[in-house]
């Protein structure tokens, strides 16, 4: 298959193929769109069963972040990039002074970050080559380091206005959510839940992430293969994309679908699938922008955790907006929100033109 007739190819501004044999990187960076500012989206690290799964997920996660910056109001257009081989090239600082290389070659077009797979520690070896980084050690009171807390603090509201639009309810007592992922992000979502008095299921492949959240607070562990179906009210998929599926969804039991994870469902059509089964979907990519308005606030310097803060409070504000908008309409929640950020990107085009 070719890249320009790829069918998550969107557009895309630039693909940047990297390969640096002497440290074993090879990455791909994707610039979907420039027209709000420079491209900005973190980095994965994974391993890929095929060069193919990874430009796919390259593709999808960065149209993904040129949606999410503009519905958060960001001074950002959307790139992401993904590093291959997690199981056989070793993340030494080598191979990460190579991508910082790579970013800088960029010359300021993409601003990357951690994702999966990378750490705020692994960002300082990026940032000896370049200046285009964010998501490094927080110095002082100034806004900045790991995104999660605040993804999850994003995360968290989230539900609490979804749980009050579809349930009714103001609390989130007594509520179980179902949190598939317990890494960075889901770690500190299901914190902020325990201490909402929610009721934990949760699922992770990773022992030793496992045990920590189940050693920090009360939960039921589910079996990964179940936890997409477990009993809850809540479902906060909080791991990797591609599950709401035609498959998957049928055998869903929340009500409520409302996670970090990007790019969640499989097909446009999924969520018109959700919509029929009067299930609630929170657009991953709006709820999910917690960690993008910090690393936004820390690149442009400046600025302060309050102010990150009060940033992050206005996600379950767009999220009640979609929720009407969905149940006046009748559409679904995930088509309201790439209309919305088209329009953003569309009005954004028009005053360069
Ligand atoms: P992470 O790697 O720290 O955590 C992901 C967790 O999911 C890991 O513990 C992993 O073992 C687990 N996992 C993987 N496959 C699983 C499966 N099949 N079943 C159960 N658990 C599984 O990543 P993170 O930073 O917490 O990010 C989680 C998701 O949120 C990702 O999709 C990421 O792109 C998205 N996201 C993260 C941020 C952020 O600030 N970190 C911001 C926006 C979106």
């Not at 996660?61 to 199981?87: C, H, Q």
Request: proline content about 5%.
């Amino acid at each position: 298959m070719g890249v320009f007739d790829h069918p998550e190819f969107n557009g895309h501004e630039s693909l940047h193929f990297i390969n640096d044999p002497a440290s074993g990187l090879r990455a791909i960076i994707a610039v979907h769109s420039t027209v709000l500012g420079p491209a900005a989206g973190g980095c994965r690290r994974w391993s890929y069963a095929s060069d193919a799964e990874a430009l796919t997920d390259a593709l999808r996660l960065s149209r993904g972040m040129t949606y999410k910056n503009a519905i958060a109001e960001l001074p950002f257009g959307g790139g992401k990039s993904v590093i291959l081989g997690a199981d056989s090239a070793p993340k030494t600082p080598e191979l990460l002074t190579a991508f910082g290389r790579a970013v800088e070659s960029l010359d300021g077009k993409y601003i990357t970050a951690e994702d999966v797979g990378m750490s705020v520690d692994d960002m300082r070896h990026v940032q000896q080559e370049t200046k285009y980084v964010s998501g490094l050690p927080q110095s002082g009171d100034s806004a900045g380091g790991d995104p999660s807390p605040w993804t999850a603090l994003g995360v968290f509201l989230g539900i609490q206005a979804a749980v009050k639009v579809r349930l009714g309810e103001d609390s989130l007592k007594n509520l179980s959510v179902a949190v598939q992922g317990v890494g960075h992000v889901g770690a500190h979502l299901c914190q902020l839940l325990h201490e909402a008095g929610a009721k934990l299921f949760v699922a992770d492949v990773n022992r030793e992430n496992l045990d920590a959240v189940s050693n920090a607070m009360p939960v039921t562990i589910v079996p990964p293969a179940e936890i997409l179906y477990a009993d809850a009210d809540v479902l906060a998929p909080c791991a990797l994309g591609n599950i709401l599926t035609a498959a998957t969804i049928p055998q869903l039991k929340a009500s409520i679908i409302a996670g970090a994870a990007n790019n969640q469902l499989s097909t446009l059509a999924d969520g018109a699938r959700l919509s029929d089964r009067d299930i609630l979907y929170a657009p991953d990519y709006v709820i999910n922008a917690g960690g993008i308005i910090n690393v936004s606030h820390e690149y442009y310097g400046g600025s302060s955790d309050d102010r990150v803060r009060a940033d992050i409070e206005k996600i379950p504000l767009r999220l009640a907006t979609l929720f009407a908008e969905a149940k006046e309409t009748g559409r679904p929640t995930n088509e309201l929100a790439d209309e919305f950020a088209r329009r953003l990107i569309a009005a954004g085009q028009m005053k360069q033109d």
